[in-house]
């Protein structure tokens, strides 16, 4: 097996050359151009696809998840469509796009009863289950803790102004390079925590948001926050209230539905006879 690491190898030319199963980790493809390359089974995850563009190309049998704006098929805006479909599908997806504060109570009480329902979806599962990946994902106990993590950066630190409010069981994003953590911030891949255990830090950072909600008003969402004294995460600057608080029910909202795609997955795996 050929390995090629910190090389510049930037204007190669590949031609009849077999790399299937090869594993590229921060490599740099930008500009880089396919002719005649067969992708089957190929995988991205974390990536970057700006301006790309793909001609002659056959898709069959591809999943596509992420934030994607101005994607085109055979010159038709696709985003539009996906948007209105998952409109269609989730109808309280609309309730997450508020624009009052009445909205913002609506958005988060709903989220919180969505929330109510996976968690009972969970908790009929070997508890075993809810410490395992399903394809390369976050477990479900990992994903709660993720959101412990944001809840402790863009709401305790950035609304509230804890310069650093993080829990030790707070699982921050992946990182490919390993470059070290905010101040404050820890990965601690050993631990095991309980599902009541993880759901006892959820239901603390959730009521904090809920108190938030409560208090907003229409001019308050519009209001900037102030600086947290203290480098950390998120960076120490003003952000609008409005917009922090769409960014947290965004991830609450998109890591539910991470998480209702794997149940489903474990729920079949734990149905298959011995």
């Excluded at 301006?51 to 069959?60: A, I, P, S, Y």
């Excluded at 707070?170 to 390079?177: A, C, K, L, M, Y």
Aim: with cysteine; glycine share 8%; charged share 30%.
């Amino acid at each position: 097996m050929a390995e090629f690491i910190d090389q510049d190898l930037s204007d190669s030319r590949f031609r009849g050359v077999n790399l299937a199963g090869s594993h590229f980790q921060l490599a740099q493809l930008g500009g880089v151009e396919f002719r005649f390359c067969e992708f089957n089974g190929t995988r991205f995850h974390i990536v970057e696809m700006y301006g790309v563009k793909m001609r002659g190309v056959e898709l069959q049998d591809v999943e596509i998840s992420g934030d994607i704006g101005n994607l085109k098929v055979n010159g038709v805006e696709v985003r539009p469509l996906v948007e209105a479909e998952l409109d269609r599908r989730y109808p309280e997806r609309v309730m997450m796009r508020p624009t009052d504060a009445a909205g913002f109570r609506t958005a988060w009480g709903t989220l919180e009863r969505l929330w109510d329902g996976t968690v009972e979806r969970a908790r009929r599962l070997d508890p075993e289950l809810l410490h395992e990946s399903v394809d390369g994902e976050w477990s479900f106990i990992t994903t709660l803790r993720h959101l412990v993590l944001v809840t402790d950066g863009w709401l305790r630190r950035v609304i509230l102004g804890e310069a650093s409010p993080f829990h030790p069981l707070g699982w921050p994003w992946d990182d490919p390079e390993g470059r070290p953590l905010p101040a404050g911030i820890t990965r601690d891949r050993e631990a095991r925590p309980s599902l009541d255990e993880v759901l006892e830090l959820r239901r603390d950072r959730m009521a904090s948001v809920r108190e938030v909600v409560a208090g907003v008003t229409d001019e308050s969402l519009d209001a900037d926050t102030k600086p947290v004294e203290a480098d950390g995460w998120p960076d120490s600057r003003s952000y609008r209230v409005r917009k922090v608080l769409l960014h947290l029910f965004r991830e609450e909202w998109e890591h539910r539905l991470y998480a209702e795609r794997d149940l489903a997955a474990l729920e079949a795996r734990e149905s298959v006879p011995a």
